[in-house]
């Protein structure tokens, strides 16, 4: 092909998307009920389409019947790699949910403009777009300036072990930038809050409860550090779109039977944290709540069990990606606007891999894990398009 060929194909990219293969794909990818850790028929219908179109396809088995995909097409070389990452699972749709749903929750109905089902948003959209974008490039024969690499991954609505296990498997290590399709009303999402959760254990002593101060009730400790929790200011620097950092109980448990005073009690917690701040910076804070009530028990006991770190980041608004996916979004009209992203995300992960990520994708996440969840038409074009000139203009 020529450099003039490959100029012209690149240039009109982005108009070759054809709405009923995007829409029809997302129905395809609903109607499979991806619920982790039951991923196989989904991995496998991945694996399928990406050889239909011709493009190289490799898988990394995690766990029994549950695989990360990485597709990726070749560029020229004159500029480094672009990854597209999403996920293939999903949560799942509870007995007490289902009568809410006006559908089948895996349905894919259509219906005001909008695809329902559970992952329609979250994030089968954006998997879609991305997945047709790159084999608009493939079956026209545009190479593009860098590779083009697609990952899906498992276990993201769980632990995110699918993304932590692609690091490691040699798949992407040349990868630099990603952009992570989760659902973000089409605004760019440069900055990420961080999460860590673990369990606190608070100990206490036996006795009688038909005896008054026997014993020493860990509920009760568990009781003043929690209320010591919600009343503490967590040191910051307020982020500008992010604002400050949070934590909050999510469960809680103790004792071991109705007559016996508890001698534990055992909460999880969940905290937030904004650019700036660690994980460790947010579990010291709470050992500082530790002595405060140390000093007013004399004997108070706890300890922490840290089950995961997501650290918080951002990312330049002069960094490339920035610019190229703020000029993709101009190039259909759509006025780039910038944000940060509440939840955490693969991307979050993918960073201490030194990957470089905004989060851009169709779909709402105040409609993701509940009744109803979905996916607006418009949105899921416009996604398709931008992620076209991406390719073609990286």
């Given at each position: ?118 992952g329609s948003a979250d994030m089968k959209g954006g998997l879609a777009a991305s997945m047709v974008a790159m084999a608009i490039l493939a079956r026209n024969k545009i190479q593009p300036n860098g590779d083009i690499v697609l990952a899906v991954t498992v276990d993201e609505e769980v632990l995110k072990r699918g993304a932590e296990g692609l690091l490691q498997s040699g798949l ?223």
């Amino acid at each position: 092909m020529s450099s003039a060929g490959t100029a012209v194909s690149r240039k009109n990219a982005k108009d070759l998307v054809e709405n009923a293969e995007v829409v029809g794909l997302v129905q395809d990818l609903v109607r499979i009920p991806s619920v982790a850790p039951k991923e196989k028929a989904i991995s496998e219908y991945l694996v399928n389409y990406f050889e239909r179109m011709g493009i190289p396809v490799k898988t990394q088995e995690l766990f029994p019947e549950r695989v990360n995909i990485v597709a990726r097409l070749k560029g020229t070389g004159a500029s480094e790699p672009l990854m597209f990452s999403s996920h293939m699972d999903v949560v799942p749709v509870s007995e007490a949910e289902v009568p809410l749903w006006h559908c089948d929750p895996f349905s894919g109905e259509i219906k005001e403009g909008f695809i329902w089902g559970r992952g329609s948003a979250d994030m089968k959209g954006g998997l879609a777009a991305s997945m047709v974008a790159m084999a608009i490039l493939a079956r026209n024969k545009i190479q593009p300036n860098g590779d083009i690499v697609l990952a899906v991954t498992v276990d993201e609505e769980v632990l995110k072990r699918g993304a932590e296990g692609l690091l490691q498997s040699g798949l992407i290590d040349d990868v630099g930038h990603a952009v992570i399709c989760e659902p973000t009303k089409m605004v760019m999402h440069t900055s990420c809050r961080g999460r860590t959760w673990g369990e606190i254990t608070v100990l206490g002593k036996t006795g009688h409860t038909s005896m008054k101060g026997i014993g020493t009730n860990a509920i009760d400790r568990m009781n003043r550090l929690l209320s010591l929790m919600a009343s503490h200011e967590i040191p910051h620097t307020p982020h500008p779109i992010l604002g400050g950092p949070h934590w909050q109980p999510t469960m809680i448990s103790g004792g071991n039977t109705p007559g016996v005073v508890p001698d534990w009690c055992k909460v999880t917690v969940d905290a937030r944290m904004v650019p700036g701040q660690t994980s460790v910076q947010m579990w010291e804070e709470i050992e500082k709540l530790f002595a405060m009530v140390q000093q007013e028990t004399g004997d108070f006991k706890a300890e922490i069990k840290v089950a995961e770190k997501r650290e918080p980041w951002q990312t330049p608004s002069e960094d490339k990606l920035v610019r190229v996916l703020g000029n993709a979004c101009e190039s259909i009209g759509l006025s780039p606007e910038t944000s940060g992203f509440v939840a955490t995300t693969d991307g979050s992960i993918f960073r201490t891999g030194n990957i470089v990520g905004v989060i851009f994708g169709p779909g709402d996440l105040g409609r993701c894990h509940l009744a109803n969840e979905a996916l607006p038409i418009d949105e899921l074009i416009q996604a398709t398009k931008i992620y076209a000139e991406m390719m073609c203009k990286w």
